[in-house]
């Protein structure tokens, strides 16, 4: 199995699967683009994705080219990893989560760039502090739904999904008690910044963070 994704320290769409394998524990060749590098970067991703996008998950001939796809198909893939929850309930909310991040959100995401070595406050447009309040609110909702320590319960997707965003918070200076959170979704955003995957991410984000 190989999986191949962009620049560390930029590529929210290609951290999310690889969580999600690490968490599954499932052995995976990773094959690293360069991002940003636009010629040389396009020719070597249209090597390996129809859609010309990362990340691409190949197993055996069958290739994956969308994060949440390729998710879904780990989960199906290896059922005893538990990506989603077990309970239907708790499964179906982890999955509308999940489907409102790979969908929505678009200011913060265009306004609020993932960059590992960024600390740096900006002053932030209405639109995304619309979409930060959103996620406040969902990750609430999620956190009491399900009593945590993550949103459905145990470690799912639906988390893999949200670190990207953790990380912008972190980031940007984002105190999540400016936009209606009394501590939970902020030790949450914490918490997913803490686990051992999100650290082995992190740490090779920085060995091999581009020169120049």
Same mark, same amino acid.
């Given at each position: ?51 010309n996008l990362i990340p691409v998950l190949k197993d055996g001939d069958l290739v994956i080219w969308d994060s949440l796809a390729i998710c879904e198909y780990l ?28 969908? $929505?959100?678009?200011? !913060?995401? =265009?306004?609020?760039?993932?960059? %590992? ?8 447009? @209405? &639109? ?51 936009? $209606?959170?009394?501590? !939970?979704? =902020?030790?949450?955003?914490?918490? %997913? ?8 991410? @992190? &740490? ?6 581009p020169q120049g």
């Open positions: 199995m190989e999986l191949v994704i962009g620049t560390k320290m930029w590529s929210t769409w290609s951290m999310r699967p690889w969580l999600a394998l690490k968490r599954a524990g499932v052995p995976f060749q990773e094959t690293l683009v360069q991002l940003r590098r636009v010629e040389a970067s396009e020719a070597e991703i249209a090597r390996h994705s129809p859609s989960a199906e893939r290896f059922p005893e990893a538990k990506l989603w929850p077990e309970d239907p309930a708790a499964r179906a909310q982890a999955r509308s989560i999940s489907a409102e991040m790979h969908s $929505g959100f678009s200011s !913060l995401r =265009g306004e609020l760039p993932m960059d %590992l070595e960024v600390r740096k406050a900006l002053a932030i447009s @209405e &639109a995304t502090q619309t979409d930060i309040r959103k996620i406040v609110a969902r990750w609430n909702l999620m956190l009491k739904a399900h009593g945590g320590p993550f949103l459905a319960g145990d470690w799912s997707i639906a988390d893999a999904f949200y670190t990207p965003v953790a990380t912008r918070f972190r980031s940007y200076g984002v105190h999540l008690s400016d936009y $209606g959170d009394a501590g !939970l979704a =902020g030790a949450y955003g914490e918490r %997913l910044l803490e686990t051992p995957e999100y650290l082995e991410w @992190e &740490a090779g984000a920085l060995a091999d963070r």
